[in-house]
């Protein structure tokens, strides 16, 4: 009688959840697995409502959340409870997905006690170990320790190796992101706000650490100037719930009649909103993975991005914090057809929907289970 191997799938907050949970779907359905999911709830209610949509529930769940944690005391609570988690769950294998504190905390976690760890995401740099902060040293250091590096483009594949990983254990597989987006997508989801379908619709997304302060409310100020040039157009910008970020929306925003503000989307009516968009601006990583798939061109808010591949197809383009690119470059795309069309060729280079498969087959090989062939291991 074979006795399965315990792997054990970590999330903590929305995004790691929507990549994670068709790795977590796709390793129930294997005989040679028990699978346990541990939540950490770096993020509490934009996490479960993901977890409720793929039917994913946690055996495991540290509730980490608390108001205005610090990174030091958010990092030290994990680590020692991630210690005693693995004490108790003895996982032959160890899942995480992308660049948060719960994925570094798990990385080390697992070194100190030589469990093996798959990094989901694996590979993305921005080559600055302040920018983004703390994610850039996060990726970094769950880098070093990883087993297996699931690289979602050949690109983080060739990061991994001028960082010295090994060949061998790098696999690129696609993003997660994307077998998740086909799947909700297919639904068409209703969006929970109300918007005038006669105006093309602007969908904003800020909330990053790094334009905490002047260059958020650079943003926000090119946002309202948008708004004001444009009588063809509504903005609906669902606010991050960071005091740094709602003080400042709702302070320069709340009460434009072409701005709809409102409280973080469900991921079910958030694709819904990402269908119904004509453009999108946002400083999010998910987001620069999911809207060219949609066909929906992206303007970053940041002076750099970890996904150049999207970039480099022309699909989404960085204008940073600055007032003067994003309400130059957004125009552009209003008013000038032939540009909008280049960038929204509905073309992803992050993958085919098949990610997760990879994965776990790449874990059943690894790990001992029964070996089925599978052509597009390794493959995208």
């Known amino acids: 009688m074979n006795i399965k ?46 977890l409720n949509l793929f ?41 995480a ?22 990094h989901v995401e694996a590979g993305l740099r921005s080559g600055d170990i302040s920018n983004p902060f703390p994610e850039e040293m996060n990726r970094v250091v769950a880098g070093r320790l990883a087993r297996w590096h699931f690289a979602p483009t050949e690109n983080a594949r060739q990061n991994l190796l001028r960082e010295g990983v090994p060949q061998h254990s790098i696999y690129v597989t ?17 969006i929970d706000v109300a918007l005038d379908p006669s105006k ?24 309202r100037a948008i708004a004001d040039r ?22 320069m925003l709340e009460g434009h009649p072409r701005i709809s503000l409102c409280p973080p989307l469900d991921y079910l009516p958030f694709v819904g909103a990402m269908q119904r968009a004509y453009l999108i601006l946002s400083d999010s990583g998910g987001v620069q993975e999911e809207a060219p798939a949609l066909g929906k061109p992206v303007l970053v808010l940041r002076r750099e991005t970890e996904r150049p591949e999207a970039v480099e197809t022309g699909v989404v383009k960085l204008v940073g914090p600055e007032f003067n690119n994003i309400v130059g470059e957004t125009q552009r795309l209003l008013d000038d057809e032939q540009a909008y069309k280049q960038m ?13 498969n990879r994965i776990v087959g790449i874990l059943r090989q690894s790990l001992g289970g029964e070996v089925v062939a599978d052509e597009t291991v390794g493959v995208i």
């Open 5 to 50: 191997k315990r792997i054990l799938c970590v999330v903590g907050t929305r995004p790691e959840a929507i990549k994670m949970a068709p790795v977590i779907m796709a390793l129930k359905t294997e005989p040679w697995a028990a699978v346990r999911v541990l939540a950490t709830a770096q993020h509490r209610h934009m996490l479960d409502q993901v």
């Open 55 to 95: 039917g994913v529930e946690p055996d495991v769940d540290l509730d980490i959340m608390r108001p205005n944690q610090a990174l030091t005391t958010l990092t030290a609570r994990l680590l020692l409870d991630m210690e005693d988690v693995i004490q108790s769950e003895k996982p032959d294998a160890v899942l």
């Open 97 to 118: 997905q992308g660049d948060t504190t719960t994925v570094m905390t798990v990385a080390l976690a697992c070194f100190y006690g030589r469990i093996p760890f798959g």
């Open 174 to 190: 696609g993003n997660t992101v994307i077998d998740a987006l086909q799947t909700v997508a297919a639904k068409h989801p209703e």
């Open 200 to 223: 093309r619709l602007i969908l904003v997304t800020a909330h990053r650490r790094e334009n905490f302060g002047t260059p958020f409310r650079e943003i926000c100020r090119a946002i």
């Open 230 to 251: 444009n009588e063809n157009i509504q903005v609906l910008y669902p606010v991050h719930p960071n005091p740094n970020v709602t003080r400042v929306a709702y302070d």
């Open 344 to 356: 929204a060729r509905g073309v992803s280079p992050y993958g085919d929907g098949k990610a997760a």
